[in-house]
């Protein structure tokens, strides 16, 4: 219920609500819960020796731990009062009632570990710009866990550099110019003075990448590269820099392309 339920006497059934009883969508004396990071909720269901996970806004529960009978073996419970998750080990921590190794959890915690780890992997190397709750929320695991996983599996968030987009000979085009100004300063010592070397920082009206929003996870730098195309629409601020100090800078209203930027 709301913090304000004094006010306001209504409140949303987030589990069980279907009578008591043994059902995916039942309870039966349920004691402790725990709510994890992501909203989802983890109930001691006493009656029935489990423990049920309800998802966020989920009409049916899924058994995690227990469910096969009242009793002290591994794979049974004996009326569970509490659970807790223990986030390091992603494993839970049941406090059983007449078992004394209380502390366990409904499968394996190296298993589980493994096969999520597994699922992180192929999902990262499918499609490695997913973002993380994206993957969380397919892999139904918590975004801490997911984490927690990636960093076990060296995955790091790569953002990609924005380079100019080349024509075929611009390459050559520009090894050219680096021979000939070579050369030519060579035989006029004076010629860097009397060039205007000019810059723009465009605005882009349309497309542009935000880098912060674009990560690539990979355990290996995959030298993540993004070509803009120049002749876009963009609003831009130009300055000039000569051997007579700064010119500018000036903020274009008009929108310009990089040729008309070479004729000025």
């Known amino acids: 219920m709301r913090k304000n339920a004094k006010r306001q006497q209504c409140g949303i059934t987030v589990a069980g609500g279907n009578r008591r009883g043994n059902g995916i969508n039942q309870l039966s004396d349920p004691l402790g819960l725990y ?32 469910g096969n009978g009242q009793g002290s073996g591994d ?17 839970l921590i049941i406090c059983d009632r007449s078992v004394e190794d209380s502390p366990r959890s409904g499968r394996p915690t190296t298993v ?17 710009q997913m973002s993380q709750r994206r993957v969380a929320l397919e892999l139904g695991i918590s975004r801490r866990s997911l984490q927690r996983l990636m960093q076990d599996l060296n995955l790091k968030p790569y953002k990609p550099r924005l380079l100019q987009a080349l024509n075929e000979d611009d390459p050559n085009r520009r090894l050219e110019f680096c021979e000939w100004i070579l050369n030519s300063t ?46 876009v629409s963009q609003a831009m601020a ?3 820099i000569w051997s007579n100090g700064v010119v500018g800078p000036f903020f274009l209203k008009v929108m310009l392309h990089q040729k008309s930027i070479l004729r000025c």
């Open 35 to 66: 709510v994890d990071d992501d909203q989802t909720i983890y109930v001691a269901d006493q009656s029935n020796h489990r423990i049920v996970e309800w998802k966020r806004g989920a009409t049916s529960g899924q058994v995690v731990a227990g």
């Open 75 to 91: 794979h049974q419970l004996d009326n569970p009062r509490d659970v807790l998750i223990d986030k390091e080990r992603d494993s």
């Open 112 to 128: 589980r570990i493994e096969e999520n780890m597994q699922l992180v992997s192929e999902t990262f190397a499918q499609n490695p």
């Open 186 to 231: 060579q035989e006029d010592p004076t010629l860097l003075d009397r060039i205007l070397w000019t810059d723009e920082a465009t605005f882009q009206i349309n497309g542009r990448v935000n880098r912060h929003n674009s990560v690539y996870w990979s355990d290996t730098n995959p030298h993540f590269i993004i070509e803009q195309e120049l002749n």
């Open 238 to 240: 130009w300055g000039v």
